[in-house]
């Protein structure tokens, strides 16, 4: 595999920046795929995300994101790490949530003054290209999330099948809003972290194989 080094500002990064829900994030004038199919759900706490902006606004290292190139196919890139703080960012920028400011007061990016928002929009990602098969995107992903958020088994296994049928799965098992949630009573474990996902999968598999391996699914 192949790795480029790129900075992006984030006041690239927020051009085109839209939530189209069960279809995907977008960013960079609509050239990023902020969150691919075989990424988790967004699982940062508010207060996380808020230490994410006040890495940014301090011009502290966010540590390195990793994007993948997909111009040979699509004329797109996606992200593969860096999906939980990309988000936090546009979320920011974008007006969902506030950030507590030197006063104690809740501050949304437009009370902000312009310098305070010039600061955060000149920060620039420490970006790593990457290039390669999707075999060897999917295995660098599975290594580089040894860090941070540890990913539970069954977000691992969405990083190496994925798939329409799959991502209808994950619609009704573990997107924010899931007609599961009627049924969290019965269940154990979290919707975004794809649980309720892992469960059902083992009751088919149970039923079709007689067995839980869910790998078949």
Known sequence: MEIK???????????GYVDLGNEGVEGWKGKLDIR?????????????QRAVIDSVRQHFPLGIIYWVDNTDKNNRYEVLDGQQRTLSICKY?????????????PYYFHNLTQDEKDNILDYELDVYVCIGT???????F????????????????????????????KTYFSKNGAPVEEFSNYLSGRRNRQDYLETVLEWISEQDYGNTDVTRY
């Open 5 to 15: 080094r790129k900075n992006v500002p984030i006041r690239d990064l927020i051009v």
């Open 36 to 48: 691919p199919p075989y990424q988790r759900e967004f699982i940062y706490t508010t207060e996380k």
């Open 93 to 105: 920028v974008s007006g969902d949530y506030s950030i507590e400011g030197n006063d104690g007061k």
């Open 134 to 140: 999707e075999r060897e995107k999917l295995d660098w």
């Open 142 to 169: 599975e290594r580089i999330n040894v860090q941070g958020e540890v990913l539970t088994d069954q977000e691992l296994r969405n990083a190496s099948y994925t798939g329409s049928w799959l991502s209808d799965a």
